[in-house]
């Protein structure tokens, strides 16, 4: 079974900067695409960054101009460096990763609690 942990998100005045990292455990055959997701108050949910399987990242274009994605395979992490936030980044911020199990088993994990992420204006 994968444990994912989920960290780095707290409260940050609007044009500062924040560092989520997402980190899988588990023992698994391999780990294959990582995504952050966030949801705000009374929206739904966003995809803000996909990395895929062999380190090609997509960052969704509402946020492309701010925010960056980097992944550490060896430590099986997934980084969001989010820079210059709005008030409008506010919300929880969730790690979602496929990996394959032994057997070649696809799985995802569940959502979990995520991490908070508030920017004061």
């Known amino acids: 079974q994968v444990q994912l942990a989920e960290s780095g998100g707290g409260l940050v005045q609007a044009g500062g900067s924040l560092r989520l990292s997402c980190t899988a455990s588990?023992?698994?055959?391999?780990?294959?695409?990582m995504t952050w997701w966030r949801q705000a108050p009374g929206k739904q949910r966003e995809l803000v960054a996909n990395s895929h399987a062999g380190g090609h990242i997509v960052i969704a274009d509402s946020v492309k101009d701010r925010f960056t994605a980097s992944r550490d395979d060896a430590k099986n992490t997934l980084y969001l460096q989010m820079d210059r936030v709005v008030p409008e980044d506010s919300g929880v911020y969730y790690c979602?990763?496929?990996?394959?199990?032994?057997?070649?088993?696809?799985?995802?994990?569940?959502w979990g609690q995520g991490t908070q992420v508030t920017v004061s204006a």
């Open positions: 588990g023992s698994v055959a391999r780990f294959n695409g």
């Open positions: 979602v990763i496929d990996y394959v199990e032994t057997g070649n088993i696809l799985r995802t994990t569940p």
